[in-house]
């Protein structure tokens, strides 16, 4: 799901995709997925086809949302995946690789392999 998640956010033009693997840190939840976005609108565009497509190809359905009236910062709350978007600024401000330094970084580009662009 949180590579279903990351890749969402890539097709969708997201920048700075980031996957966090934090079993070994937290029992809450396994997984966030970090991402920017340009624009309220490029926000909830991601925001809202993330729910679509885990709901479609993986029958889950989202437990909360945090933040989507605003569009500076959306938290989707999956359970053992939690997807966070946000624009620049609030992703300076929030600055989740800092707090959770001890996670492990996912590359997301080559678990999905060549359906993937590089950069």
Do not use: C
């Amino acid at each position: 799901m949180a590579l279903a998640a990351a890749a969402v956010a890539h097709d969708n033009r997201g920048q700075s995709i980031v996957l966090l693997d934090l079993r070994e840190l937290t029992a809450l939840f396994d997984f966030f997925v970090i991402a920017n976005g340009t624009s309220r609108r490029q926000l909830h565009a991601i925001a809202e086809e993330i729910d679509h497509t885990l709901a479609e190809q993986f029958g889950e359905k989202r437990l909360g949302i945090e933040g989507y009236a605003a569009g500076t910062w959306i938290l989707q709350d999956y359970g053992d995946v939690v997807v966070h978007l946000f624009d620049e600024k609030a992703r300076e401000y929030y600055a989740l690789e800092q707090l959770w330094t001890g996670a492990k970084h996912i590359d997301w580009r080559a678990a999905l392999g060549p359906r993937i662009a590089q950069p």
